[in-house]
């Protein structure tokens, strides 16, 4: 596969069966952090919320539990496999207030004034322009209303102690990919300046980050992802290479095998900001 070529609606992770069960795990370990994020930003039952890249839909069915009948959840994803996966968990949850939209959020548009409040997690690092949706997400936000990131803000806090120089190169590597495909992968530190632009008002910022040992629950999510297709997937890609491979992977099975080991995960930054009242 080369550099700069991707299918229509995939994204640099790769949309497949195995990234919805991986954005599921990865939902359950972030889920109580969504939550309180949800409950500060003034999440209410009988709201509308847009899901932003909304993927196979983890946090969407919370949501639409949370907001319930009398509420509503825009799911919005460029993936055709995500949103049927959607669709089929929205009906086996016997959930009927989720709507969801196909499309690159580049070309989103919404009528004015339809969502109460904005979600958007791990997302914001694949588009190329976002000053370009937060003009269009402006409009569609009601006056008052709430936009909530849970978005990369620090990859490079993602690493094994003991180190070893290779997972430099890994973390290097990943950055290059997002960014070569037009994405950032701090914008979590730019949302405060991308939301003053278009009126909004940043009310909150905090970071969130785990460390963990082998064998507690937190360690599988990253540690899952890097053997599955998180280092596979660069070398496929042409940002890593062959050898660089083979030694982080000799590095993550020896680091899960050694009880004094840490792991730290990459830092998200939760941002909450606010539209003006008649803004
Ligand atoms: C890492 S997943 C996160 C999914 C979900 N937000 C979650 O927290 O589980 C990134 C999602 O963004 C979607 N995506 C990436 N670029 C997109 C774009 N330009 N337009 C629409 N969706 C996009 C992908 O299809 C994928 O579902």
């Known amino acids: 596969m080369s550099q700069t070529a991707l299918p229509?609606?995939?994204?640099?992770?790769?949309?497949?069966?195995?990234?919805?069960?991986?954005?599921?795990?990865?939902?359950?370990?972030w889920r109580e952090r969504?939550?309180?994020?949800?409950?500060?930003?003034?999440?209410?039952?009988?709201?509308?919320?847009?899901?932003?890249?909304?993927?196979?839909?983890?946090?969407?069915?919370?949501?639409?539990?949370?907001?319930?009948?009398?509420?509503?959840?825009?799911?919005?994803?460029?993936?055709?496999?995500?949103?049927?996966a959607v669709n089929a968990g929205a009906k086996q949850r016997g959930l009927?207030?989720?709507?969801?939209?196909?499309?690159?959020?580049?070309?989103?548009?919404?009528?004015d004034d339809c969502v109460?409040?904005?979600?958007?997690r791990w997302v914001l690092s694949f588009l190329a322009h976002p000053q370009g949706l937060f003009e269009r997400l402006q409009t569609a936000l009601k006056p008052g209303g709430r936009f909530i990131a849970h978005e990369y803000g620090h990859y490079e806090t993602f690493g094994f102690s003991p180190a070893d120089p290779v997972q430099d190169r890994f973390i290097e590597a990943v950055k290059k990919s997002w960014r070569t495909f037009g994405g950032e992968p701090n914008i979590a530190k730019?949302?405060?300046?991308?939301?003053r632009r278009v009126g909004w008002t940043t009310e909150?910022?905090?970071?969130?980050?785990?460390?963990?040992?082998?064998?507690?629950?937190?360690?599988?999510?990253?540690?899952?992802?890097?053997?599955?297709?998180?280092?596979?997937?660069?070398?496929?890609?042409g940002f890593l290479s062959a050898e660089d491979a083979e030694r982080f992977h000799t590095?993550?099975?020896?680091?899960?095998?050694?009880?004094?080991?840490?792991?730290?995960?990459?830092?998200?930054?939760?941002?909450?900001a606010r539209r003006k009242n008649g803004g």
């Open 8 to 29: 229509e609606d995939d994204y640099i992770i790769g949309a497949s069966q195995q990234e919805i069960l991986r954005l599921g795990q990865q939902h359950a370990i």
């Open 34 to 84: 969504a939550l309180a994020g949800w409950r500060r930003a003034g999440l209410k039952p009988g709201m509308t919320v847009l899901d932003i890249g909304c993927g196979p839909g983890h946090a969407s069915f919370d949501l639409a539990q949370l907001v319930g009948p009398a509420g509503k959840v825009i799911a919005v994803d460029q993936s055709a496999l995500f949103l049927e």
């Open 96 to 111: 009927t207030n989720i709507e969801t939209v196909k499309s690159d959020l580049g070309q989103l548009v919404l009528p």
């Open 116 to 120: 109460d409040m904005i979600w958007s």
């Open 190 to 195: 730019q949302l405060p300046a991308l939301c």
């Open 204 to 237: 909150f910022m905090t970071p969130h980050i785990f460390t963990t040992r082998p064998g507690e629950m937190v360690w599988e999510w990253p540690v899952g992802w890097l053997k599955s297709d998180g280092i596979d997937r660069l070398v496929e890609l």
């Open 251 to 272: 590095v993550v099975q020896e680091r899960t095998a050694d009880p004094d080991s840490v792991l730290t995960t990459p830092m998200v930054i939760e941002v909450i």
